[in-house]
């Protein structure tokens, strides 16, 4: 969780990805050790992922 914090207020850009496939961190529930991500190619595309299932690369 700590770095998905650091990459969430980090100026650069970080390629996180989510069983292989490029996404982007749009926020963020510690309490749900949980992630609201999209895919780079598709904003619409909107999930909560588990924080141990990111990757990054």
């Given at each position: 969780?700590?770095?998905?914090?650091?990459?969430?207020?980090?100026?650069?850009?970080?390629?996180?990805?989510?069983?292989?496939?490029?996404?982007?961190?749009?926020?963020?529930?510690?309490?749900?050790?949980?992630?609201?991500?999209?895919?780079?190619?598709?904003?619409?595309?909107?999930?909560d992922?588990?924080?141990?299932?990111?990757?990054?690369?």
């Amino acid at each position: 969780m700590h770095r998905v914090k650091q990459i969430v207020s980090s100026p650069e850009e970080i390629v996180v990805m989510y069983h292989d496939v490029p996404i982007w961190i749009d926020s963020y529930d510690e309490n749900a050790n949980t992630a609201r991500v999209h895919t780079r190619s598709n904003p619409n595309d909107l999930r909560d992922v588990e924080v141990a299932e990111l990757n990054e690369r």
